[in-house]
């Protein structure tokens, strides 16, 4: 049984003063049980202050480690607890495993990278762990990657709100447009929402902060308004989300008409509503050609389409004086349009012109948020049923925040391809 000790001290990485004792496995359950000791002789250090203290006693701990030939591999020791004169009584570190965790540092490892290919209710098949064990990894990889974290400088902030679970429930999503990254996930879409993120910040990195994209909601806005040092000239409503006011004006004008066509008994074109929200230019050609039929039927869509579609031109200016110019012309010929969906839209583009304008000369792209959106609705369509709010955010900041999520044991003999 020696070489078996042997060989297990050196898949573990177990080091002097620790010593692999016994080895079990247990064909008919498929179970090694390896026992782990450290010399009585040896002089431990307290966790917090490093500071050799005197033992206090020991506790049976266990931890799962990876799978040896397809057997489930557990660990198990006596860990001392020593008494420091300034921490009290505490657990010593071991060198394979983080404190609280009932993984080895490799396993949570091997967690940690399956979760980026897969979904947690099939990692926790494929590893013989429970779905709670796998939500426990994940949740301590984002605390310590929340610990390491740096938020150094950040120019450019995008502000987003994002539903889950049931339709109605909301969080609230800061992400660093630079780096692509989630920096803070916040409950719900209020003001309060979003001070939480600004307290974070220190009074410099408020300072370098140069733009801020969001939708046009008024509690964001406000938010920004008491945070950040000359707001107006940050705040961006960006291309993303006029678009998207835009796009939804046109499908009421299209639901409208579609109401008035059938109680008229007249035609009423069918599944037309994503066809509205696509460019032309992106359109197949027969698609196109049919898209141009449709259109000039001198719907009333038709015409809602084609304002716009001439909003998406206005982007292209660089000098905040011919933007206002250009964007007035085209509110103007919203506001006659006689089309009610398009003319509110209108007035909510007129008063928010300055951040309209402001997305426009600080050359805000939304190209890094649409990509973190993209992974999120992946987070969501992979959870069947978050079961609570704290477990989508902790998602969000384990797939997106670009954090350090190993541990730092692990990490050291963890080898990434
Ligand atoms: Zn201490």
């Known amino acids: 049984m020696s070489d078996n000790k042997d060989l297990y001290a050196a898949?573990?990485?177990?080091?002097a003063p620790w010593q692999v004792m016994e080895v079990d496995v247990d064909v008919k359950q498929e179970l090694v049980t390896v026992t782990i000791a450290s010399r009585a002789s040896t002089q431990h250090a307290c966790p917090t202050c490093g500071q050799p203290c005197p033992g206090y006693d020991v506790r049976r701990r266990s931890w799962r480690h990876l799978d040896t030939c397809q057997f489930k591999t557990v660990l198990i020791a006596d860990v001392p607890r020593v008494q420091c004169g300034e921490h009290g009584v505490l657990q010593i570190l071991t060198p394979w495993a983080e404190p609280g965790s009932g993984f080895t540092s490799l396993m949570e490892c091997l967690v940690i990278d399956w979760l980026g290919e897969a979904n947690i209710s099939a990692v926790a098949r494929r590893m013989r762990l429970t779905w709670d064990e796998i939500d426990g990894v994940m949740q301590r990889a984002v605390r310590r990657g929340l610990d390491r974290r740096k938020l150094e400088a950040i120019a450019r902030l995008g502000v987003d709100e994002t539903s889950f679970q049931k339709r109605h429930e909301y969080v609230t999503?800061?992400?660093?447009?630079?780096?692509?990254?989630?920096?803070?996930?916040?409950?719900?879409?209020?003001?309060?929402?979003?001070?939480?993120?600004?307290?974070?910040?220190?009074?410099?990195?408020?300072?370098?902060?140069?733009a801020v994209a969001m939708d046009m909601c008024a509690a964001y806005v406000r938010s920004t308004r008491e945070?950040?040092?000359?707001?107006?000239?940050?705040?961006?409503?960006?291309?993303?989300?006029?678009?998207?006011?835009?796009?939804?004006?046109?499908?009421?004008?299209?639901?409208q008409e579609n109401r008035e066509r059938a109680a008229a008994g007249e035609y009423v074109p069918k599944h037309t509503k994503y066809v509205w929200a696509q460019n032309p230019e992106n359109m197949p050609r027969e698609r196109r050609v049919s898209f141009e039929l449709l259109r000039d039927?001198?719907?009333?869509?038709?015409?809602?389409?084609?304002?716009?579609?001439?909003?998406?031109?206005?982007?292209?200016?660089?000098?905040r004086g011919w933007a206002e110019r250009a964007w007035k012309r085209w509110i103007g010929w919203a506001l006659r349009s006689r089309l009610e969906p398009m003319k509110k839209a209108a007035r909510t583009i007129r008063a928010q012109l300055w951040g309209i304008v402001n997305a426009i000369v600080l050359h805000v792209t939304n190209a890094g948020a649409e990509s973190l959106n993209a992974k999120i609705q992946w987070i969501k369509s992979q959870a069947c049923g978050f079961r609570n709010r704290e477990r989508f955010k902790n998602a969000i900041y384990f797939h997106c925040g670009g954090l350090d999520l190993y541990p730092a044991h692990g990490s050291t003999t963890h080898t990434t391809s």
């Open 173 to 210: 999503v800061v992400s660093d447009l630079e780096r692509n990254r989630v920096l803070y996930v916040a409950d719900e879409r209020t003001h309060e929402s979003l001070d939480g993120f600004w307290a974070l910040l220190t009074p410099e990195q408020l300072r370098k902060i140069e």
């Open 11 to 15: 898949i573990l990485g177990v080091r």
């Open 227 to 255: 945070h950040l040092p000359e707001a107006d000239k940050k705040i961006c409503f960006d291309r993303f989300h006029v678009a998207k006011l835009l796009n939804d004006a046109v499908n009421a004008v299209r639901k």
């Open 297 to 319: 039927c001198a719907l009333k869509v038709g015409r809602a389409w084609a304002i716009k579609d001439a909003a998406r031109w206005l982007w292209t200016y660089s000098m």
